[in-house]
């Protein structure tokens, strides 16, 4: 295994291994914060993307056409970190009740942890990868097959043609939540 | 890729199997005994000549005291037991310390199912996971024997009976967690034809039989 991939994927492990100790009755309020920041980062990506570019212009006074690699990757990095931290340890969104006795609850929380896991460590390294990684030259700058494949598969791309996509599990899981 | 399968189920059988054992002894029994194990396992790789020192400490003495050490002649037998072979000798030392530490293992796992217990050893999700990790520790203490047991050989001298006394642990999860890749793979065979629809229906079908599942008050606060 590369070592590009090998960091990302520690990064997931360890949000499995929250997850797990959160269970996930508290998981899914966060998974449901992450799905709309995907949401509005991927939606509102170009005029992202041009905003913050003119701002930078109008600062820093960038030559136009630079391509403002750095400032655009510390945006929505930030950004996403910081909706993410808001989703674990802020006043949000939760699911309140038991979860299902062991093994199922722990089963279901090791899944929802996989998907927060897989959603937080891939929109992270998206962002580098998106910007030609700023902050650091990826170890070995020759990926193996498994991370090239996997960079398809990272959840901005996923549904980089229609990001409305990702709003239908936050509105179904709203559904549940609003049934009771 | 037949036996491929084969293999993947074989492991799903034993880690279900050692998953749901280590469900029903509880987190604390499955606790102690993977510390012991991995304790023992790093205490032998790494300080496993003291204890052949002390093993062929405790035999000598014993010879001792048989020759008449505390009877007869003590310079005699001062004599015999410095000269005395030692019982376990340097190409002994591997095998004897691999049958030190599965006894220790073993007995761990009997002396922690009957003073500890039940109700102080909680059934979770942890336990789940200690139990397969004991899993492996079991696999390392047997496998390669029964492999060996079991290998095709013209008679039962021909066996040979390559215990792994390198108790090789990462490589065996390393393996196993190939395997597990492996299925992974296999499965996103099956998805990807589907694209990214297909990640959105599973990623949704979690969620969703997760939500479901919450007991009691499924009412959110804000």
């Known amino acids: ?180 | 890729m037949t036996g491929q399968v084969a293999i993947l189920i074989s492991l799903f059988i034993y880690l279900t199997f050692f998953g749901w054992l280590g469900w029903r002894r509880g987190f604390t029994r499955e606790l102690v005994v993977a510390i012991i194990a991995l304790l023992g396992w790093i205490a032998l790789e790494q300080r496993g000549d003291i204890i052949v020192s002390m093993a062929n400490l405790m035999v000598a003495g014993l010879d001792f005291a048989r020759n008449g050490g505390f009877t007869g002649n003590a310079e005699e037998a001062f004599t015999a037991l410095s000269s005395a072979p030692a019982w376990v000798n340097a190409e002994m030392q591997a095998d004897f310390l691999y049958v030190v530490w599965v006894v220790a293992f073993i007995l761990a796992y009997l002396i922690t199912g009957w003073a500890i217990p039940d109700k102080k050893s909680e059934k979770n999700g942890w336990a789940i996971l200690l139990g397969i990790l004991n899993g492996f520790f079991f696999a390392m203490v047997f496998l390669p024997s029964l492999g060996a047991l079991f290998s095709s050989g013209d008679s039962a001298g021909d066996i040979d009976v390559n215990v792994d006394v390198s108790m090789n642990l990462f490589s065996l999860i390393g393996r196993g967690a190939e395997l597990l890749w492996d299925m992974v793979l296999g499965l996103w065979g099956l998805i990807s034809p589907l694209g990214s629809v297909g990640i959105l229906i599973i990623l949704t079908g979690i969620l969703v039989l997760a939500a479901m599942s919450i007991r009691g008050d499924a009412k959110a606060k804000s």
């Open chain 1, 1 to 180: 295994m590369g070592p590009i991939e090998t960091l990302y994927l520690t990064i997931g492990v360890i949000v499995v291994l929250i997850g797990l100790a959160r269970g996930y009755v508290k998981e899914l309020g966060s998974t449901v914060i992450i799905l709309v920041a995907l949401f509005i980062l991927t939606f509102f990506e170009d005029s992202i993307n041009s905003v913050v570019g003119g701002a930078l212009q109008g600062m820093f006074g960038a030559a136009e056409g630079d391509t403002p690699n750095m400032a655009l990757s510390l945006f929505y990095s930030g950004v996403f970190v910081a909706i993410v931290f808001a989703g674990y340890a802020g006043r949000t969104l939760t699911f309140t009740g038991k979860p299902a006795p062991p093994p199922q609850g722990f089963l279901l929380s090791l899944l929802v942890g996989v998907i927060n896991g897989y959603l937080i460590a891939g929109t992270l390294w998206y962002y580098q990868h998106a910007f030609d990684y700023p902050f650091f030259q990826p170890f070995d700058s020759n990926f193996t097959d498994r991370a090239q494949k996997l960079i398809t598969f990272l959840p901005p791309a996923l549904f980089s043609d229609n990001p409305v996509y990702w709003i239908i599990p936050v509105a179904v899981l709203l559904i549940i939540r609003v049934r009771g």
